[in-house]
T-cell receptor, first 118, second 111 residues
Framework: GAVVSQHPSRVICKSGTSVKIECRSLDFQATTMFWYRQFPKKSLMLMATSNEGSKATYEQGVEKDKFLINHASLTLSTLTVTSAHPEDSSFYIC??????????????FGPGTRLLVL | SQKIEQNSEALNIQEGKTATLTCNYTNYSPAYLQWYRQDPGRGPVFLLLIRENEKEKRKERLKVTFDTTLKQSLFHITASQPADSATYLCALSTGGFKTIFGAGTRLFVKA
């Protein structure tokens, strides 16, 4: 149980284009989804927290117009990197939790999406 | 400032031995602490959660301790196997379900 999928697993795009990454909870309803970015050998950096049906809460220093997050349902959240540039190249990971419930503290992570912007 | 420290140096141990990883934190009062495993190019996988009022938690070959006085958690893998080789992340939550992750410690178990 508690499986989270991400699509695509890997994407290469040209500078200036937009890329959408999907995060789905397959066998549970995720009241909260998180988006992280990770650089090689570095910690997960939280970008934003989203609750179903409401606007995402972005961490300090993360541009909300650059990284658009939509949490349309209890099983789907999307991250769109708009007008991507080479410095946006990174490993993006989503996680989902049933926050607000006992055991909801645990985050279940997707397999990650490797983005390379040329 | 708030900080989570995990040993950045890789830990190399022989198969069958016990691996012990350390997580130290400062300027936090976490409600609970979690350990995750991460393989290269993959998302983290949840292993164990321990609450502030718990001293120890076990799951199969895994054991976690939580000392809120020392502000430290120890993560043990007994009878380690080469398949245990991975990066192990410590994560703290102060409530509100926001979690802060350490940079992780890489473990290599040699056959």
């Amino acid at each position: 149980g508690a499986v989270v999928s991400q699509h695509p697993s890997r994407v290469i795009c040209k500078s200036g284009t937009s890329v959408k990454i999907e995060c789905r909870s397959l066998d549970f309803q995720a009241t909260t989804m998180f988006w992280y970015r990770q650089f090689p050998k570095k910690s997960l950096m939280l970008m934003a927290t989203s609750n179903e049906g409401s606007k995402a809460t972005y961490e300090q220093g993360v541009e909300k117009d650059k990284f658009l997050i939509n949490h349309a349902s209890l099983t789907l959240s999307t991250l769109t990197v708009t007008s991507a540039h080479p410095e946006d190249s990174s490993f993006y990971i989503c996680s989902a939790s049933t926050s607000g419930t006992r055991g909801g503290e645990t985050q279940y992570f997707g397999p990650g999406t490797r983005l390379l912007v040329l | 400032s708030q900080k989570i420290e995990q040993n950045s140096e890789a830990l190399n141990i022989q198969e069958g031995k016990t691996a012990t990883l350390t997580c130290n934190y400062t300027n936090y009062s976490p409600a609970y602490l979690q350990w995750y495993r991460q393989d290269p190019g993959r998302g983290p996988v949840f292993l164990l959660l321990i609450r502030e009022n718990e001293k120890e938690k076990r799951k199969e070959r895994l054991k976690v301790t939580f000392d809120t006085t020392l502000k430290q958690s120890l993560f043990h893998i007994t009878a380690s196997q080469p398949a245990d080789s991975a990066t192990y992340l410590c994560a703290l939550s102060t409530g509100g379900f926001k979690t802060i992750f350490g940079a992780g410690t890489r473990l290599f178990v040699k056959a």
